[in-house]
């Protein structure tokens, strides 16, 4: 049974860093692309990137290419979201979901495994 769980949020200032882990449990590696998601209250989950299995493609929302970056551990199960000059815009619960297929890597129906999220707060 794949698991997903997600780690390091907290709370950072305008203009700060915070990187987020994503461990992904996959005993029969059906998982091909891992991918993360934020919300706010009242609002749509998010896209904000994603990485395919052996870390050779990512693919970035519009608000956060450029200051975020996805990687991956290639020696363990963990994925990881950079985030770099980090404004009140990004706060959020940050999920991380894994999906099977190459389809929809920015859509919620892509992903079938979820997190519980993490959550991220900006604020000075």
């Known amino acids: ?16 860093s915070l990187r987020l ?8 590696s059906i998982i091909f692309k891992t ?13 904000v990137a994603d990485i395919t299995r052996g870390g ?3 693919l970035y ?3 956060v290419s450029g200051r975020f970056v996805i990687s991956r551990d290639k020696n363990s ?3 990881f979201l950079q985030m770099d000059r980090l404004n009140p815009e990004d706060a959020g619960v940050y999920y991380c979901a894994a999906g099977e297929s190459f389809l929809q890597r920015s ?3 892509g992903y079938k495994y979820w997190g519980r999220g993490t959550q ?5």
């Open 21 to 28: 882990s994503c461990l992904v449990s996959d005993p029969t």
């Open 1 to 16: 049974q794949v698991q997903v769980e997600e780690s390091g949020g907290g709370l950072v200032q305008p203009g700060e």
């Open 61 to 63: 929302g519009n608000s």
């Open 77 to 79: 199960n963990l994925v």
């Open 107 to 109: 859509r919620i129906e």
């Open 120 to 124: 991220v707060t900006v604020s000075s």
């Open 56 to 58: 050779g493609s990512t």
């Open 35 to 47: 991918g993360w998601f934020r919300q706010t209250p009242g609002t749509e989950r998010e896209f």
